[in-house]
């Protein structure tokens, strides 16, 4: 049977972006959508058919403007959390190699965080259990 409602599930992949210097690339959701203003890591919903690496990285092309190898994304961690309207299972990857430069293309703002920053941003309650794992990646 299919989920309906408040039953209803969603994957969505995320990644941490880990430039040179070991800072992470965190994204402010734009107003309009869902949570906006709160900080997020790149990515976005798992289309019908696809892996989680293939979504990630056209997530990645589409959002960011960069083009990312299968093989540079590497699981970290994942997060389940029941919003009031739906499930969101959270997949999260680290990548420290992509090519092109980062560039917002869905009117976010960025910013390159260190890891004992993050709490400065506020995220969505689904983000932040992946925060601790990342930090111990990091």
Not at 7 to 24: E, N, S, Y
Not at 77 to 105: D, K, Q
Request: with cysteine; net charge neutral; aromatic share 8%.
């Amino acid at each position: 049977m299919a989920a309906t409602g408040a039953d209803a599930g969603l994957t969505v992949v995320c990644v941490a972006l880990i430039d040179g210097d070991g800072r992470v690339l965190l994204a402010e959701r734009p107003k309009g959508k869902t949570m906006a203003g709160l900080w997020e890591f790149p990515g976005g919903k798992l289309g019908g058919g696809e892996t989680p690496e293939a979504a990630l990285i056209r997530e990645l092309k589409e959002e960011l403007g960069i083009d990312v190898a299968e093989a540079c994304l590497a699981p970290v961690s994942f997060a389940s959390h029941r919003y009031p309207e739906f499930h969101v299972l959270l997949l999260l990857y680290a990548c420290r190699r992509w090519s092109g430069n980062v560039t917002p293309r869905e009117g976010q703002r960025l910013a390159w965080v260190r890891k004992e920053r993050f709490g400065d941003y506020a995220m969505p309650p689904a983000d932040k259990p992946l925060v601790a794992a990342l930090k111990d990646l990091l």
